[in-house]
């Protein structure tokens, strides 16, 4: 089982970025998928969740700014993030379970850094 | 949200000896399905975090048995019965039976 983001960058306040997530050694439709991040020297926080029945939940923290997807052909997931905020600089971590809210599986993260 | 704390926040161990992180929830965990999700979380410096314990106390696969998890409702705990040096970084209780929230942290390190 492999994740590998990447998307990552810097970015301006105000801007986009698309993050993705490849996987690998399973299949993102089969597993519940998540996006975690995780703030310079600080502690973790869930952004979004996919479940396999393709419901999406956010973050009130980024609700309405960021979309959870995902290509079950590409086997990829993604988190599309707009109207960014110097708040939203962390590291984001993929990550995937079987059971829903919980990450068994994490890819190796992905800095996002919002400055102008 | 279901807020997480944990206690202590930073931990000095001496190797070989014991240690115990407590961890409580703003409400009970217990779900409507009658299961509790309480998770572990180990993150090791530059490292992604590794869960090492799900459902209170089921270690996952290749976690030292020297892990335990307990406890019930709104108080749990993550022990280490042995410490070593490859156990040192921090660790996060997370809850999953509401929207997922995750505790501060605690500091593993050694004396």
């Known amino acids: 089982v492999q994740l590998v983001e990447s998307g990552g960058g810097l970015i301006q306040p105000g801007g986009s970025l698309r993050l993705s997530c490849a996987a690998s050694?399973?299949?993102?439709?089969?597993?519940?998928m998540s996006w975690v991040r995780q703030a310079p020297g600080k502690g973790l926080e869930w952004v979004s969740i996919i479940y396999t029945d393709g419901a999406t939940f956010y973050a009130d923290s980024v609700k309405g700014r960021f979309t959870i997807s995902r290509d079950n052909y590409e086997n990829t997931l993604f988190l599309q993030m707009s109207s960014l905020r110097a708040e939203d600089t962390a590291v984001y971590f993929c990550?995937?379970?079987?059971?829903?809210?919980?990450?068994?599986?994490w890819g190796q993260g992905t800095l996002v850094t919002v400055s102008s | 949200d279901v807020v997480m704390t944990q206690s202590p926040l930073s931990l000095p161990v001496t190797l070989g000896q014991p240690a115990s992180i407590s961890c409580t929830s703003s409400q009970n965990l217990v779900h409507s399905d009658g299961n509790t999700y309480l998770h572990w979380f180990q993150q090791r410096p530059g490292h992604s975090p590794r869960r090492l314990i799900y459902?209170?106390?089921n270690r996952d696969s290749g976690v030292p048995d020297r892990f335990s998890g307990s406890g019930s409702g709104t108080d749990f705990t993550l022990k280490i019965s042995r410490v070593e040096a490859e156990d040192v970084g921090v660790y996060y209780c997370m809850q999953g039976t509401y929207w997922p929230t995750f505790g501060p942290g605690t500091k593993v390190d050694i004396k």
């Open positions: 459902k209170v106390s």
């Open positions: 050694g399973f299949s993102v439709r089969t597993k519940f």
């Open positions: 990550g995937g379970c079987e059971m829903a809210n919980n990450m068994k599986y």
